[in-house]
Each structure stands twice: as structure tokens, then as C-alpha cells.
């Protein structure tokens, strides 16, 4: 994918746009019913649509109901409304992506769908108001210090910025690995063509450089929530800054002589020299990443929230000591905002030297784009007198694609409305039974999840499937059917399941 100049690129896939206005309906922050004298209008349940995803994408809300003119009989209406992504400039801030309502493209039958749509537009906009996203601040924040001297940062404001709807594209997944027993040679074990879905982009550049991608596209893998894009350019800022910064430096009683690092097409390319006890020490090679989120014990998928490993074999050091690992954890710790190193260590046979080294890096601005969106929907779901909407988000993978470093997210928010589609099953073991049991669900939606994950959903009330709820054991959620005289909607079969 040509980022052109963009720097970070962020899509949020419009299916949490959808859950946030079900929730805003099903709590009637948007009425059911308005009043205007002899006037009566019903709304039925509103949707958000994408019109024509793959040639001229548009976003709306899509509004059926009936209107009544005193004794007249209801005459039911149709309207969609064209939504228009753009970026809200905000005074001594940073800019701050926005959605408004930008016409009434089509309304059936043209008088009252017209008079509806027109009352309609003023409502929604205040809505969306309280929907601004305040996601710049948190990209700018994570590259800021490393393109830029500490008495030359720019002014927020200043930066350039794009928010716009991606329409269906197509985003390279590629995995990597190496031949059996050279680590220091990676290689693309695999690369496939992913299809992605309708989103909302955001996308931040340098001031004076252009933040937007070539024809628009959307990033958003299908049956993702939200993906975070870190060019390649914006990862070698923030690596060669902190590199730099350390040389000079001791690190474990070692003298810091030379360090580089910079993005390789698969991982992170890192070499340098340090001098200690009169002895230098040099290092050059490939980190390669990882992704781990399931693992299996006794037949059974286990699940985490989703980490990255990070693997360091392919690193030729010409010494083999304890200190060494502290001194490159030492690099890594120290990357700041750009944030999926910031709890980074080493996974690799020297990991056991250093004890106290945690053992996981967390997903590119994640924290921070899931701390936007929860504000945006706490703004919102205070029109209701509510905290916050409710939100939810789980890591699923990432890569390095050309330099450029991935990272998909699992998210929902709101109340959405589903299906169990397919149930994959595994098997488990415990002291007195064993047999079938339920390892992955996919839903209607295309939305693949571990029983932890959507029975989370579930008790939290962000997923809604009939005849299913979310329950809350002392080993985390699981799913279940509600109780009932019917074995055909059972997540497994009863006899699967064996009793010793």
C-alpha cells in the first residue's frame, strides 16, 4: 500500500459507528416519536449504510417511519441522509476528526420525506456534535519529539491532517519466518491480498506534507474494528532519535559507542557497538514480530488478549553474556509513544538471564486510539445522562508490511444485534469428564471470536444474540444458550460430552 507522505493512518470501521446509534435509539436518546402540534412522526430504528462501497462511497443514516397530520391516515416515509467525514479545526488544539449531516439525498415521498429530512438534519447534527474524535492529539503526540528538536515542535493546529470514508480496497497480511536454523535470514512465509470493509480513515502527516492516500482507500480488513497503519518513515524517526540519544551512554557498566536501528522490509534492522572492560562488543541483525493471540493445551484453544513476540535470534552478537540483554532491552524501552515497544524485552533463548523482563509489547496505539473513541462515546452517551456508551476492544494481529508496521484491532461498541453463524469446536479435559467443547465462534457478520471474547460482549450488553448470554466464571466468560427444552440451538451436543 503507497502511503504517500502519510506518517499514521487509523480506520475505524463503520460497523462501531452502527452499534453507537442502535445504542443512542434503544436508549432513545433519538425518539421514537416527535410531536409538533396535530403533527405526529414515528422513527423507526435507524442505520448507518454505505452507498456504493466499492466505486463512489458514501456514508448515511437511513430513516424509515410514518407521519401523521391529525386525523389523516400515516403516510410512511423513507430518507437517507449522506454523513460527511471532515476534520474540525479546534483554536491552541489539535484538530479533531468530525462527521456532519451534508444533505438529504434521497427522501420518499418528496413532501414529507422532505419536511421529516429537514427536522431530521438538525437533530442528528447535534448529535454529532458530541461525536467529535479526538484521535490527532494522540498520533501527533507519538512522533512529535522524533521528527522534530525539542525548541522547533510545531504547533498542533499545524499539522497536516485528512478524515475521510475508505472505500473497499484491498491491504497486503504477510507472514514471515526463516529457514530452519538461520534466524538471520527472514523471509515472507506467506503474503495474501485481505479484501477491506467501508471506514472511517484518519490520517496524520508533517505540516506542510499532504495526509492524503492515493484514491482514498479504506485500510480496514473485513471483520476488523480498527486498524492502526505506522509508515515505515514515521517508524525510522522515532527509532533513529532514541537510538541516537544513547550514544555516550553506559547501560550495565557498558559504553555506548554506536547504535542504529531503522525498519526492515520485515522487522526491525539494529547493529551497533559498545565497549566494556576494555573488550567492544558488536551486535547487527533483524528483530522479527510475532503476533500471538491462541494457544492450545490438552486440544483446547486457550486465548490471550493479543501480544506481539518479539524475536531476536536473528541478532549476531559477538559475545554471549547476561548484560547484553539488558543493555538492548534498554533500547527498546526507551520508544516512546509510537508505543507497541514501550513494555518491549526480548523473546529468544537469553530471555531466561534477565528475570525481571516482562515478556509481551503491547499494539500500535491502541491504548491511545481506544482511549479517543471511548471519550468521543462517553460525549455521547452523556445526551442520555449515561457514563459512557459501552466499548470494548480485543488485539487480533499485526506485521510489518514493507517497513510499515500493522496492527488490527477487535472492536465494538454500543448494542449490536447478531447471530451465531458457526460454532468450531475443540475438546477439553478435566479431572472426571472430557469431550467436546466450544473453541471459536463466527457470527453472521463475518466476526470470528473465542467464547472469552464474545461472552464478554455479551454480559456487557454491547452484543445481543436471542437465546445466548455471556457468563462470568473464575477462569474469565464463556457463552451459553439460555435455558430452554430445545437441544438444537446447543453450542455442543450433550452427548459429546463425557462424564467418567
Known amino acids: 500500500m503507497d502511503l504517500g507522505q502519510v506518517k499514521i493512518a487509523v480506520g475505524i470501521n463503520v460497523d462501531i459507528i452502527k452499534g453507537i446509534v442502535t445504542h443512542l435509539y434503544v436508549t432513545e436518546v433519538i425518539p421514537p416519536t416527535f410531536e409538533f402540534g396535530n403533527i405526529l412522526i414515528h422513527i423507526d430504528e435507524p442505520s448507518i449504510e454505505v452507498r456504493d462501497p466499492a466505486t463512489d462511497a458514501r456514508l448515511g443514516l437511513h430513516i424509515t417511519g410514518s407521519f401523521e397530520n391529525g386525523d389523516d391516515e400515516a403516510t410512511p416515509f423513507d430518507i437517507w441522509m449522506k454523513l460527511k467525514p471532515f476534520v474540525k479545526t479546534v483554536s491552541g488544539s489539535a484538530p479533531v476528526a468530525s462527521l456532519s449531516v451534508e444533505e438529504v439525498e434521497e427522501a420518499t415521498p418528496e413532501d414529507i420525506g422532505g419536511l421529516v429530512g429537514t427536522f431530521a438534519i438538525g437533530m442528528i447534527n447535534?448529535?454529532?456534535?458530541?461525536?467529535?474524535?479526538?484521535?490527532?492529539?494522540?498520533?501527533?503526540?507519538?512522533i512529535e519529539s522524533a521528527a522534530f528538536d525539542?525548541?522547533?515542535?510545531?504547533?498542533?493546529?499545524?499539522?497536516?491532517?485528512?478524515?475521510?470514508?475508505?472505500?473497499?480496497?484491498?491491504?497486503?497480511?504477510?507472514?514471515v519466518g526463516f529457514p530452519p536454523g538461520q534466524p538471520q535470514n527472514p523471509q515472507v512465509n506467506s503474503s495474501t491480498m485481505r479484501t477491506t470493509t467501508p471506514a472511517l480513515i484518519a490520517t496524520l502527516s508533517l505540516p506542510g506534507e499532504s495526509a492524503q492516500i492515493i484514491d482514498n482507500p479504506s485500510i480496514v480488513p473485513n471483520h476488523t474494528g480498527i486498524q492502526v497503519i505506522i509508515s515505515r518513515d514515521a517508524m525510522n524517526l522515532v527509532l533513529q532519535k532514541n537510538a541516537e540519544s544513547k550514544i555516550g551512554e553506559e547501560i550495565e557498566g557498558a559504553k555506548i559507542n554506536a547504535m542504529q536501528m531503522s525498519m526492515h522490509d520485515l522487522g526491525i534492522q539494529i547493529s551497533g557497538e559498545a565497549e566494556k572492560s576494555d573488550a567492544t562488543i558488536e551486535w547487527d541483525g533483524i528483530l522479527l514480530l510475532f503476533f500471538r493471540k491462541f494457544y492450545n493445551v490438552?486440544?483446547?484453544?486457550?486465548?490471550?488478549?493479543?501480544?506481539?513476540?518479539?524475536?531476536?535470534?536473528?541478532?549476531?552478537?559477538?559475545?554471549?553474556?547476561?548484560w547484553y540483554v539488558k543493555l538492548l532491552r534498554a533500547f527498546l524501552f526507551i520508544l516512546g509513544p509510537i508505543g507497541w515497544i514501550l513494555d518491549a524485552t526480548l523473546i529468544a533463548p537469553k530471555?531466561?538471564?534477565a528475570e525481571e523482563a516482562p515478556d509481551l509489547v503491547r499494539g500500535a496505539f491502541r491504548k491511545e486510539v481506544g482511549e479517543a473513541l471511548q471519550e468521543m462515546i462517553g460525549n455521547v452517551g452523556g445526551l442520555s445522562g449515561e457514563d459512557a456508551i459501552p466499548f470494548m476492544d480485543f488485539g487480533?494481529?499485526?506485521?510489518?508490511?514493507?517497513?510499515?508496521?500493522?496492527?488490527?484491532?477487535l472492536a465494538f461498541a454500543g448494542y449490536n444485534r447478531e447471530q451465531i453463524a458457526t460454532v468450531e469446536h475443540d475438546t477439553f479435559e478435566i479431572p472426571g469428564a472430557h469431550g467436546a467443547s466450544v473453541g471459536m465462534l463466527t457470527l453472521e457478520s463475518g466476526y470470528r471470536l473465542h467464547p472469552q471474547e464474545l461472552g464478554r460482549l455479551l454480559k456487557s450488553t454491547i452484543m445481543n444474540i436471542p437465546n445466548?448470554?455471556?457468563?462470568?466464571?473464575?477462569?474469565?466468560?464463556?457463552?451459553?444458550?439460555?435455558?430452554?427444552?430445545?437441544?438444537?440451538?446447543?453450542?455442543?451436543?450433550?452427548?459429546?460430552?463425557?462424564?467418567?
Open 351 to 353: 530471555i531466561s538471564e
Open 396 to 409: 487480533q494481529d499485526s506485521w510489518v508490511m514493507n517497513g510499515h508496521y500493522t496492527h488490527s484491532i
Open 468 to 500: 445466548a448470554h455471556g457468563v462470568e466464571a473464575d477462569f474469565g466468560f464463556y457463552v451459553r444458550t439460555n435455558p430452554n427444552d430445545e437441544t438444537s440451538d446447543n453450542l455442543v451436543d450433550p452427548a459429546e460430552i463425557h462424564i467418567e
Open 150 to 175: 525539542e525548541d522547533a515542535i510545531p504547533e498542533r493546529s499545524t499539522w497536516s491532517t485528512d478524515f475521510y470514508l475508505g472505500a473497499i480496497s484491498e491491504i497486503e497480511h504477510v507472514q
Open 126 to 142: 447535534d448529535i454529532l456534535q458530541n461525536m467529535d474524535i479526538p484521535i490527532y492529539n494522540s498520533l501527533i503526540g507519538g
Open 298 to 322: 490438552k486440544g483446547s484453544i486457550r486465548w490471550h488478549d493479543g501480544f506481539v513476540d518479539v524475536f531476536t535470534s536473528g541478532i549476531d552478537v559477538d559475545v554471549d553474556i547476561p
